[in-house]
């Protein structure tokens, strides 16, 4: 499955043209592949809307609320703070106390963007006082993965929307070729990489962002088998909590199962642990376990499926 899916990636790739600046040669078994077909994600986004407005899940009922509790939401690429206006929304009426990131229009080079929410990480930490829970739909998601690989004192736990989280990047191949086109904007704001973007990149974001999570801090991973833009077996983390829903890419953010799923986890994860708590860290060993069996992924809590 996933050789297929590298194939009809790259059959896409050649009808683009070029991927990230190279020509793209199809061999003869590619050529009798079915290419991926780019399905608008308006439709759903509106089902998925009018599903969670009619859910019992969007007026709080029958789940644990938060205590004002601090959630940094960061959006997709092309997208900005607006698109998460619902799920902020839903989020202070449930307890919780959200952020946003910031960002007017989520165009700018990873690197860049992963700094300036560094900014944004330290002035909510100052006001908060507590780690975060990190949410970030897409790109976002790979931000919010970027946030705690290097902040790990910042962030209690990351969820992923539809991100990709492995190096395999195996993202619609028009998304490379928007990201390639806004080039010359990102320039405006300073100079770029020609690689930017890619996994040929020497940033910080590039050779941090695929790695294993640090200790103590968590993540889930929501993904669909209906995403058209994002194959879901590069959301898929081997250590992380995987959970699956169903729907298109750009409906994640609306999207009642996603909400459920969140509910669940906020309220595992928002609020610290007593082993948290404690003003040192555990020294012995016995400490030290249960310290680490406090803030274990939710993926060790709940019975693990095989993605494969």
């Given at each position: 499955?996933?050789?297929?899916?590298?194939?009809?990636?790259?059959?896409?790739a050649?009808?683009?043209?070029?991927?990230?600046?190279?020509k793209v040669?199809?061999?003869?078994?590619?050529?009798?592949?079915?290419?991926?077909?780019?399905?608008a994600?308006?439709?759903?986004?509106?089902?998925?809307?009018?599903?969670l407005?009619?859910d019992?899940?969007?007026r709080g009922?029958?789940?644990q609320?938060?205590?004002?509790e601090?959630?940094?939401?960061?959006?997709?690429?092309?997208?900005?703070?607006w698109?998460?206006?619902?799920?902020?929304?839903w989020?202070n009426?449930?307890?919780?106390?959200?952020?946003?990131?910031?960002?007017?229009?989520n165009?700018?080079?990873?690197?860049r963007?992963?700094?300036?929410?560094r900014?944004?990480?330290?002035?909510i930490?100052?006001r908060?006082?507590?780690p975060l829970?990190?949410?970030?739909?897409?790109?976002?998601?790979?931000?919010?993965?970027?946030l705690g690989?290097?902040?790990?004192?910042?962030?209690?736990h990351?969820?992923?929307?539809?991100?990709?989280?492995?190096?395999?990047?195996?993202v619609?191949?028009?998304?490379?070729?928007?990201f390639?086109?806004?080039?010359?904007?990102?320039?405006?704001?300073?100079?770029?990489?020609?690689?930017?973007?890619?996994?040929?990149?020497?940033?910080?974001?590039?050779?941090?962002?695929?790695?294993?999570?640090?200790?103590?801090?968590g993540?889930?991973?929501?993904?669909?088998?209906?995403?058209?833009?994002v194959?879901?077996?590069?959301?898929?983390?081997?250590?992380?909590?995987?959970?699956e829903?169903?729907?298109?890419?750009?409906?994640?953010i609306?999207?009642?199962?996603?909400?459920?799923?969140?509910?669940?986890?906020?309220?595992l994860?928002?609020?610290?642990?007593?082993a948290?708590?404690?003003?040192?860290?555990?020294t012995?060993?016995?400490?030290?376990a249960?310290s680490?069996?406090?803030?274990?992924p939710?993926?060790?809590a709940?019975?693990?499926?095989d993605?494969s």
């Amino acid at each position: 499955m996933c050789e297929q899916g590298a194939v009809r990636a790259r059959q896409e790739a050649q009808q683009i043209g070029w991927l990230w600046g190279k020509k793209v040669n199809l061999t003869a078994e590619e050529k009798t592949t079915m290419p991926w077909q780019l399905v608008a994600s308006t439709g759903d986004y509106f089902f998925q809307l009018g599903a969670l407005l009619r859910d019992p899940i969007y007026r709080g009922a029958h789940i644990q609320g938060g205590k004002g509790e601090p959630v940094l939401l960061i959006p997709g690429f092309l997208g900005g703070d607006w698109t998460m206006v619902v799920m902020a929304g839903w989020l202070n009426r449930i307890g919780y106390r959200a952020y946003f990131s910031g960002i007017g229009w989520n165009i700018d080079c990873p690197n860049r963007t992963g700094e300036l929410l560094r900014w944004r990480l330290d002035s909510i930490l100052k006001r908060e006082g507590t780690p975060l829970v990190v949410i970030g739909h897409s790109l976002g998601g790979m931000l919010a993965r970027f946030l705690g690989s290097n902040f790990p004192e910042k962030i209690r736990h990351v969820i992923s929307l539809g991100s990709p989280v492995n190096r395999s990047l195996r993202v619609h191949p028009l998304v490379h070729f928007a990201f390639l086109l806004l080039q010359p904007l990102r320039h405006l704001k300073g100079r770029t990489a020609p690689q930017c973007g890619s996994l040929d990149c020497t940033c910080n974001f590039s050779q941090t962002v695929f790695l294993p999570l640090p200790p103590g801090v968590g993540f889930t991973s929501i993904f669909s088998k209906q995403d058209e833009i994002v194959d879901w077996r590069a959301s898929i983390d081997p250590v992380g909590d995987n959970q699956e829903v169903s729907g298109r890419h750009l409906g994640l953010i609306v999207n009642p199962q996603v909400y459920q799923i969140l509910a669940r986890t906020l309220a595992l994860y928002s609020q610290p642990h007593e082993a948290e708590a404690h003003p040192f860290p555990p020294t012995g060993p016995l400490q030290r376990a249960a310290s680490a069996q406090a803030r274990r992924p939710l993926g060790n809590a709940l019975p693990k499926r095989d993605w494969s």
